[in-house]
């Protein structure tokens, strides 16, 4: 794994952005196949994009799924895909054929079971398995990662289906998520983690200590892609120490 740190969450955000051009640029004759995670990290992310890179021509080029979804319906604020839009969609030019929102509103099992079918049918596949050009994975405070918890790590190991219905643990709220076989066919996994709240996991993660290893973050490990870690100095403040 790479690790890149930069000083504040708006370089951390220019860092893994750069890097993602490096991405569309290296192909520059296809569409791109972008799996993008909910949470409160990426609004920094998309808003960087919005902002900077709003007429960059290359989004047209970008299909965008999601790595995971509550299942809720799309206005309510717990929408992934209503935080990606209100920060990204609505202010930069995708091709609206390009969105694939997964339907929180939708049945669970029904649901993970048609976002699957659409993503074999719409990327291109390598061993049986499709193969996101780019997939960026935010790091819970507890080590989960897409809607994949510790409680649930056996389960994680052992899914075959690359989206499946999951529960966040508190709250008992109903999520469709990508799974470990999808996750790790990818080209490119980017973690994107910042802020004080996140540098337990971090230097637990940096540090590979025995902690690590019952989190679902440490779980994700590309067969034959890169994983990168995007860090600001106040995610790494803890690792940095030494312990
Ligand atoms: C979600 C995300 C989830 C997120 C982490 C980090 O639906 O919540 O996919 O995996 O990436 O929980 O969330 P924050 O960015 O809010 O810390």
Same mark, same amino acid.
């Given at each position: 794994m790479r690790i890149v740190i930069s000083d504040h969450v708006a370089d951390t955000c220019l860092a893994l952005t750069e890097a993602m051009f490096r991405i569309l640029n290296a192909n520059p004759e296809r569409d791109i196949y972008l799996a993008v995670s909910g949470g409160s990290t990426p609004a920094s992310l998309f808003d960087l994009w919005a902002s900077r890179? $709003? /007429? $960059? #021509? %290359?989004w047209k080029r970008i299909q965008i799924f999601w790595v995971d979804e509550r299942c809720? !319906? !799309?206005? %309510?604020?717990?929408s992934n895909f209503r935080m990606t839009f209100q920060h990204l969609l609505k202010k930069v030019p995708f091709r609206e054929k390009h969105i694939h929102r997964i /339907?929180? $509103? +939708?049945?669970p099992e029904e649901e993970a079971a048609r976002y699957e079918h659409l993503v074999k049918k719409r990327l291109p596949v390598e061993n049986g398995v499709p193969v996101f050009d780019l997939i960026l994975l935010g790091i819970g405070s %507890?080590? /989960? #990662? +897409?809607?994949?918890?510790p409680d649930a790590m056996a389960e994680a190991l052992s899914d075959r289906a690359l989206y499946k219905v999951a529960e966040k !643990? $508190?709250?008992?709220q109903k999520r469709i998520t990508m799974t470990l076989p999808l996750i790790n066919a990818a080209q490119n996994v980017f973690f994107l983690a910042t802020g004080i709240e996140k540098a337990p996991v971090i230097s637990d993660l940096y540090h590979q200590t025995p902690a690590f290893y019952k989190y679902p973050v440490s779980l994700i490990n590309p067969d034959h892609g890169q994983l990168t870690c995007f860090l600001d100095r106040a995610a790494f403040s803890i690792a940095s120490q030494g312990k």
């Open positions: 890179f $709003e /007429h $960059e #021509t %290359d809720v !319906p !799309p206005s %309510d604020k717990e /339907h929180g $509103e +939708a049945m %507890d080590g /989960h #990662t +897409a809607s994949l918890f !643990p $508190e709250s008992k």
